[in-house]
C-alpha cells in the first residue's frame, strides 16, 4: 500500500483560494498541476498565475509547506507534481545526500538573505561574544557565512566561498558565538540572538522586508536563484506551461512592483 504521510499534514491553497485540510495523492491526471510551495513569495507568485494557468486549461493547485525538507520528500514520493521553494544548490545537495531523482525545471528569482537584528540598529554594534545565527542546512550556512565575512564579522578561509562552514572561520577577533538553526525559525530567534541572518522568503513572512529591514544584504548578483523542482525527466505540457507563466512579464512586473527589491526576477 501507498504511504501517505507528508501532504496529510498540509493544508491546500485549492485554486479557488479554499482551505482543505488533508490533500490527497498526487495523480498525473491531464490538466491539473499539484505544487509544494513556502508560503512568502513562492505560494504568492504561483497563485498570481492560478489564473492565466487556468485560461491555458490548467488547474493549479498550491500545497503550503513551512520547512525546507518535505516539499522534496513529497515530489519524490509523487504526491506532487513540483515544487517551489528552493535554490539549485540545496536541491542538488538534498538529493545527493537522499538519493532522488529531482531536478530544476526553471529558474524564476532570487531572494537576496540579509542580516538582522532586534537588538542592535547597525552592525557597527557588533561586540564581543555575541550570538550570530544562521541556517543549519548545508548550502545556506555556508550562503550566510560568507555574507557575514562580506559584513565583516569575521574572516573565511581562502577560496570557501558559500562552501564554508563554521570550522572555516580563521579570525574572529570578537569571538562571536555562530549558532546554527533551522531557518524556518530564525526570524522569532531575533529575540534570542544579537544577528541573524535569514532566507529573504522567511523574513518577508514575519513582515521583515530584506530591502529596508536588513542591516546588511547579499548582492543582488547572487547565483541563489529559487526554481521550480520537478522529478528528472519530467515535461509534461502543464509543466511547460507553468514555466513559460512564472517567467512571463507579467510576473516580472508583479516582482517588482509587490517586492521593491526584496525579491528580484532570475529572468
Known sequence: MKRRSLLSLCVCAIAAGSLLAGCSDSGTKSGVLKVGASPVPHADLLKYVQPMLEK???????IEFTDYVQPNMALADKELDANFFQHKPYLDNFCAERKLQLESLVPVHIEPMGVYSRSHKTIDELGEGMKVA????????????????????FALKDGVGVNGTPA?????????????????????????????????????????????????????DSPYANIVAVRKGDRREELQKLARVLTSPEVKKYIDEKYQGAVVPAF
Open 168 to 220: 572555516d572561520i580563521t579570525a574572529n577577533p570578537k569571538k562571536l558565538q555562530i549558532i546554527e538553526m533551522e531557518a524556518a525559525v530564525l526570524p522569532r530567534a531575533l529575540e534570542d540572538v544579537d544577528y541573524a541572518v535569514i532566507n529573504s522568503n522567511y523574513a518577508l513572512g514575519v513582515s521583515l522586508n530584506p530591502s529596508k529591514d536588513s542591516l546588511f544584504i547579499e548582492s543582488k
Open 134 to 153: 544562521i541556517p543549519n542546512d548545508p548550502t545556506n550556512g555556508g550562503r550566510a557565512l560568507k555574507i557575514l565575512a562580506d559584513a565583516g564579522f
Open 56 to 62: 491555458e486549461g490548467v488547474k493549479l493547485e498550491v
